[in-house]
Nanobody, 127 residues
């Protein structure tokens, strides 16, 4: 029932900004975490940022703190990743993901805990 669809990727110069969107459905009946992960060529899928759908908690990877912001657009049922000061190392396919909150002691940055994934959107940052 949960469906995710990313958009907004593209090719930009280093230092530029990009805004990724994830249209989400089926997230209103229970608690969820919405996260962004990325995968560069030859590397594993790594955590970028996440937020609870309620907005009560936010978490960022150290590599993007101060540059990326995750937020929710309630009216559009969308989670947004605003990426500023982009670096070539940010080049990757970016995925939107969702997981159910099943415990008070839930995590937000563990890839294997996310059940639902979007198709991914390519972000390329040139120097």
């Amino acid at each position: 029932q949960v469906q995710l669809a990313e958009s907004g990727g593209g090719l930009v110069q280093a230092g530029a900004s990009l805004r990724l969107s994830c249209a989400a459905s089926g997230l209103t009946s229970s608690g969820f975490v919405l996260g962004w992960f990325r995968q560069a060529p030859g590397k594993g899928r790594e955590f970028v940022a996440a937020m609870t759908w309620s907005g009560s908690s936010l978490k960022y990877a150290d590599s993007v703190k101060g540059r990326f912001t995750i937020s929710r657009e309630n009216a559009k049922n969308t989670v947004v990743l605003q990426m500023n000061s982009l670096k070539p190392d940010d080049t990757a396919v970016y995925y939107c993901a969702a997981r159910r909150i099943r415990s008070i002691l839930y995590t937000m940055d563990q890839r294997d805990e996310y059940e639902y994934w979007g198709q991914g959107t390519q972000v390329t940052v040139s120097s």
